[in-house]
């Protein structure tokens, strides 16, 4: 089965439509790995494609917030003033909904998490230490994970008897073999509604040629491949602007 591992969407339609489109001739499921509201313009209708699209979907930091299961004192400046915004925005079915969301959860023999399985609500993983970290921590063979918002892959290997640790942060058709063998994986496909890394962050200049990233799992060959495409952000932020989340 092939599968798009998918990740804070965040309130981006746009985006969102732009990855269905690419992934659904490739694809038999969609997993979510959570953060479907903040920052973007179109909650409710994220919430919903991904009622209708996903078989897996994850709670992340966000959606607890919209659902009132999470104070928003932690948030930044910018992400309560999104979600502020996003109460305003939800329907009570869709609070519910979120409301009924795991943060994590254990599926075809993989550990999904929305952040780190240490704590899947807040931590990130994003350097060799997180990682080093999570794997001394917590028991799997892979993990699928989100929330950094960063393409990214850590591989512990064993070499000699030693603990070595391999990171790729994932580029465009970047594959990573993970059959099951002695080594370990955290994967992470990237954020579909905001990329944070250098290449792929949103600005006012790519707008037209805006990025999401998302990710394809073979479960029979256990391959993963991170996907980045185009498309066109320019009306979201638009929309943003006048309800001032940009």
Known sequence: ?????????HANLAAFKAVINSAVPEVDEF????????????PEACIALAQTSCSVILAGNHDLAACGKMDVSDFSRHARKAMEWTWQQISTKSRAFLASLPVNRTHRGILLSHGSPRNPVWEYIMSESD???????VNFSH???GHSHLPS??????????????????EADQQVDSF?????????????GFPRDAQDAHSSDTLASAIARYALYDTDIKGWTFRRIVYDMRETAER???????
């Not at 089965?1 to 969407?9: F, T, W």
């Open 180 to 192: 099951p063998n002695s080594a370990r994986y955290l994967l992470n496909p990237g954020s579909v």
């Open 31 to 42: 997993w979510c790995l959570g953060d479907l509201v903040g920052y973007g313009p179109d």
């Open 153 to 170: 892959a850590f591989i512990l290997k064993k070499k000699m008897g030693r603990d070595i640790l391999q990171v790729m942060y994932g």
């Open 1 to 9: 089965m092939r599968v798009a591992v998918i990740s804070d969407i």
């Open 131 to 137: 990682a080093l970290e999570t794997f001394r921590d």
């Open 143 to 145: 993990c699928f994970f």
């Open 240 to 246: 943003m602007y006048v309800c001032g989340l940009w």
